[in-house]
């Protein structure tokens, strides 16, 4: 097995990174190409259509389908207005923890896997080891969405997919999507005097957020029969209005900035049917009447698939065996699980760390989870094997 200090040592470089989601993370790509080729991988870069982000997807051994696919996402959140003990792009060890800025999320993850490269490669025969590292996944799963169309596109189809996300090692088959918005409105500016002669942009930003207020109730009647999530139904967040300029000015813009985490398909087409019938019926005509240029639109900042438990599934089966696990659990947070099992692929999320700890100031990983991540890996070399 690939030693524990090594893996530690891979962490520290992968830290050094700083690939917040708005920069680029082509260094860190370039650097774990380097990694996974010494290892005897064959590696791919796909870039985004910028060029300043990349994901990377390598395979050792044969060419065919069934492979296993190791995924992380190499993007952290900012550390702006975060009071940190220490620097988070530089990782320190204490008591027993690594501390960073994607330490648990999620590069923790990707330095196991990667440090275990060489070992799986000696033991791989007739089934391949994929890795797959992908961009912006904290800001709607893009690299993930434009990987997977990718793989679809190549008819490359392996079979079973363990995504790394923080789950302290325990085996999470299902969880809510995630569908972010931002919706603008254009009204027509005007004094705030005559209130009449324009068209208030907040107001009518208000009345749609009354709107997913409403929504929001009725989707608790929606949850379906023996939902596991907590909460069980389909959520709505508004996480944002912002507009006007000043008291007395009537605000000619407005934008409202929520999400959905769906438990089920049919209640995102639920929301979105009723928020477009809202609109054309009762917001735009009103606005209209008033200002034919009124306007209101919808942007799609991501949706992102739920992960769904299946009754049969290889992903959950195999790792309740690496890891001696004797439960499966779901999860209200959401990951790339999804858009892989959209694949075709069988799918679960695990990987060392607590996501209480992602996404906060001075975040770390326990030493121990490492250790326990990379016996799974070993294991799975072990499987490889056969």
């Known amino acids: 097995m690939a030693p524990l200090d090594d893996t530690i040592s891979l962490l520290r470089d992968l830290i050094a990174f700083p690939t917040i989601s708005t920069d680029t993370n082509l260094g860190m790509i370039a650097f774990l190409t380097e990694q996974l080729e010494a290892a005897g991988a064959r590696c791919e870069l796909f870039l985004d259509h910028t060029g300043t982000k990349g994901n990377l997807f390598a395979t050792i051994g044969p060419e065919v389908d069934g492979g296993i696919v190791l995924s992380g996402h190499t993007d952290v959140v900012p550390v702006a207005d975060q009071d ?18 994607g330490t648990c999320d999620m590069k923790g993850f990707i330095a196991a896997a990667v440090a275990m490269a060489p070992e799986l490669a000696k033991k791989v025969r007739d089934r391949p ?12 799963c893009l690299g993930a969405q434009a990987l997977v169309e990718a793989l679809r596109h190549r008819g490359i189809r392996p079979g079973i997919a363990i995504i790394g996300e923080p789950t302290e090692m325990r085996i999470i088959e299902g ?17 705030g005097s005559g209130p009449d002669s324009g068209v208030n942009a907040v107001e009518y930003a208000v009345r749609y ?16 029969k023996g939902s596991r999530f907590d909460p069980p139904w389909t959520t709505i967040n508004t996480g944002a209005l912002i507009g006007g300029v000043a008291h007395n000015v009537i605000p000619g813009k407005a934008q409202v900035d929520w999400e959905m985490r769906p438990v089920q398909a ?7 049917a009723d928020l477009e019938a809202f ?14 240029d009124a306007e209101i639109v919808t942007e799609v900042i991501g949706e992102v698939a739920g992960l769904e438990p299946m009754e049969e599934s290889a992903a959950r089966d195999l790792v309740t065996e690496l890891t001696g696990g004797n439960s499966v659990d779901v999860v209200p947070f959401g990951t ?6 959209q694949l075709g692929m069988s799918v679960v999320v695990c990987g060392p760390g607590s996501i209480a700890q992602a996404h906060k100031p001075d975040e770390f990983i326990d030493i121990a989870q490492l250790g326990q991540c990379l016996d799974m890996l070993d294991r799975l070399g072990d499987r490889l094997g056969r």
Do not use: N
């Open 209 to 224: 957020v009354g709107r997913l207020l409403q929504l929001k109730e009725q989707l608790k009647a929606r949850v379906p």
């Open 129 to 140: 080891i994929h890795f797959a590292f992908t961009h912006d996944e904290e800001v709607g």
């Open 336 to 341: 790339e699980a999804g858009l892989f099992q």
């Open 84 to 101: 940190w003990s220490t620097d988070p792009f530089e990782m320190a060890i204490d008591a027993g923890r690594l501390y960073g800025r």
């Open 266 to 272: 049919g209640d995102a087409e639920f929301v979105k």
């Open 279 to 292: 609109i054309a019926d009762e917001l735009l005509p009103a606005m209209r009447a008033v200002s034919p």
């Open 175 to 191: 969880h809510k999507g995630c569908c972010e918005y931002s919706t603008h409105f254009t009204g027509l500016e005007g004094h």
